[in-house]
């Protein structure tokens, strides 16, 4: 069988599209769909269902990504070792959210930069963080929920505690019922978010009050580190991960509005594609970043 002919397929089945495949491999989409037809008529079964949006893979296909996948991806890992042989050096790429990957993954990781490992980070969402994980863009990705399917396995990697912070100021002009959790008394407040949406606010209140916000954002700013710099400033009340604004809290530039008796929590995976945990670099980190989490 055609390696080539493999390489097309398994790339279409992780990017569950024709066109997105056709991108990632350089080809043109009628290429691809030659490609995927010749490879159909060798084994005289259909691999993929087309529908209206992308994709979706037969059994016998699903069947023949999970047994040619891992073969794939350690001739890449053939590949990559030959261009590495000269420095000596292998390069893990990660993925994952910036806040957390940048104050959280990277960190943990530098030490094994001394040991012969180069490291290359990407930051994005979940869906983009997956769907690059898939495609071979990445080797370990970190996310905030767990993928479907065979062809990405995900660990648990820790959780993180969701608090409700704002500057002093607003404490004070709240008083004390604000410390009883008064709902309607907090949504006085101006929010800082990071979309308009605000993910992070109607997930604290979903938890805690069982409801919804009602209030809009003052600020919106994709970034968590900027979100804690406006809070900071006085902007209004934000809701971050404790990681991200305990230094914050205990210098007092900004306090804690309220201390339910749950806190709300969100869980991080790691993620790989199944079975590169065999190739010892990806193996080496994603042991280190499990360690490192023990203490998170």
Same mark, same amino acid.
């Given at each position: 069988?055609?390696?080539?002919?493999?390489?097309?397929?398994?790339?279409?089945?992780?990017?569950?599209?024709?066109?997105?495949?056709? /991108?990632?491999?350089?080809?043109?989409?009628?290429?691809?769909?030659?490609?995927?037809?010749? !490879?159909?008529?060798?084994?005289?079964?259909?691999?993929? !269902?087309?529908?209206?949006? *992308?994709?979706?893979?037969?059994?016998?296909?699903?069947?023949?990504?999970?047994?040619?996948?891992?073969?794939?991806?350690?001739?890449?890992?053939?590949?990559?070792?030959?261009?590495?042989?000269?420095? *000596? =050096?292998?390069?893990?790429?990660?993925?994952?959210?910036?806040?957390?990957?940048?104050?959280?993954?990277?960190?943990?990781?530098?030490?094994?930069?001394?040991? $012969?490992?180069? #490291?290359? /980070?990407?930051?994005?969402?979940?869906?983009?963080?997956?769907?690059?994980?898939?495609? *071979?863009?990445?080797?370990?990705?970190?996310?905030?929920?767990?993928?479907?399917?065979?062809?990405?396995?995900?660990?648990?990697?820790?959780?993180?505690?969701?608090? #409700?912070? /704002?500057?002093?100021?607003?404490?004070?002009? #709240?008083?004390?019922? =604000?410390?009883?959790?008064?709902?309607?008394? #907090?949504?006085?407040?101006? +929010?800082?978010? +990071?979309?308009?949406?605000?993910?992070? =606010?109607?997930?604290?209140?979903?938890?805690?009050?069982?409801?919804?916000?009602?209030?809009? $954002?003052? +600020?919106?700013?994709?970034?968590?580190?900027?979100?804690?710099?406006?809070?900071?400033?006085? /902007? *209004? !009340?934000?809701?971050?991960?404790?990681?991200?604004?305990?230094?914050?809290?205990?210098?007092?530039?900004?306090?804690?509005?309220?201390?339910?008796?749950?806190?709300?929590?969100?869980?991080?995976?790691? =993620? +790989?594609?199944?079975?590169?945990?065999?190739?010892?670099?990806?193996?080496?980190?994603?042991?280190?970043?499990?360690?490192?989490?023990?203490?998170?």
């Amino acid at each position: 069988m055609d390696l080539a002919l493999l390489r097309t397929f398994v790339t279409v089945h992780r990017a569950g599209s024709f066109t997105r495949a056709a /991108a990632l491999l350089g080809l043109s989409q009628p290429a691809v769909t030659g490609q995927i037809r010749t !490879l159909e008529r060798q084994l005289g079964r259909p691999l993929f !269902l087309r529908q209206a949006r *992308g994709v979706t893979p037969t059994t016998i296909g699903d069947e023949l990504a999970h047994r040619a996948a891992p073969h794939l991806d350690a001739l890449v890992e053939i590949a990559e070792t030959g261009l590495d042989e000269e420095s *000596g =050096v292998r390069t893990l790429h990660l993925a994952g959210p910036p806040e957390f990957t940048s104050l959280r993954a990277l960190p943990a990781l530098t030490p094994l930069t001394s040991q $012969g490992l180069a #490291l290359r /980070a990407s930051f994005g969402t979940t869906e983009e963080t997956l769907e690059g994980l898939a495609a *071979g863009h990445h080797d370990l990705a970190i996310t905030t929920a767990r993928p479907r399917g065979g062809l990405l396995t995900s660990t648990p990697l820790c959780d993180e505690e969701h608090v #409700l912070i /704002a500057a002093p100021r607003w404490a004070a002009r #709240l008083g004390p019922d =604000v410390l009883r959790g008064g709902q309607l008394v #907090l949504e006085q407040l101006p +929010v800082v978010e +990071v979309h308009e949406s605000l993910p992070l =606010v109607s997930r604290y209140w979903s938890a805690v009050f069982d409801t919804r916000p009602a209030a809009a $954002g003052a +600020v919106i700013a994709p970034d968590l580190r900027a979100v804690l710099a406006a809070a900071a400033s006085g /902007a *209004g !009340l934000a809701v971050l991960p404790r990681y991200l604004c305990e230094e914050a809290l205990q210098a007092g530039r900004v306090v804690a509005l309220l201390d339910p008796p749950v806190p709300p929590l969100r869980t991080y995976f790691l =993620v +790989v594609r199944t079975g590169t945990l065999a190739l010892p670099h990806i193996a080496r980190a994603h042991e280190w970043l499990l360690r490192a989490a023990v203490g998170w």
